[in-house]
Nanobody, 119 residues
């Protein structure tokens, strides 16, 4: 059974940082493209980053460039998303997602972890 379990969210002040984790099971993250997406209440899904299975640097949405960093630990089958310089508008539910192929395609996501940025 494929499972994606996100953790690491919480309440943080503007300008603060968080590190999100996504523990995968039932498949090897090294074999598939993996993404992070987010969704705020009343808004649509917003793509944050994607890492293809083989080589290359992660791709980022414009709002994430320079502030968010995606990485993967294939040995531990875990994804990470480092969130820096957080803004109020970053408040959202954050999800990791497994794509159907090594380079993208349809995807499934975990249950998410809540990030709330507030002073």
């Amino acid at each position: 059974e494929i499972q994606l379990v996100e953790s690491g969210g919480g309440l943080v002040q503007p300008g603060g940082s968080l590190r999100l984790s996504c523990a995968a099971s039932g498949f090897s993250i090294s074999d598939y493209a993996m993404s992070w997406v987010r969704q705020a209440p009343g808004k649509g899904l917003e793509w944050i980053s994607r890492m293809d299975s083989v080589g290359g640097s992660p791709y980022y949405g414009d709002f994430a460039k320079g502030r968010f960093t995606a990485s993967r630990d294939n040995a531990n089958n875990t994804l990470y998303l480092q969130l820096n310089s957080l803004k109020l508008e970053d408040t959202s539910m954050y999800y990791c997602a497994k794509h159907a192929t090594p380079h993208g395609g349809t995807w499934i996501r975990g249950q998410g972890t809540q990030v709330t940025v507030s002073s």
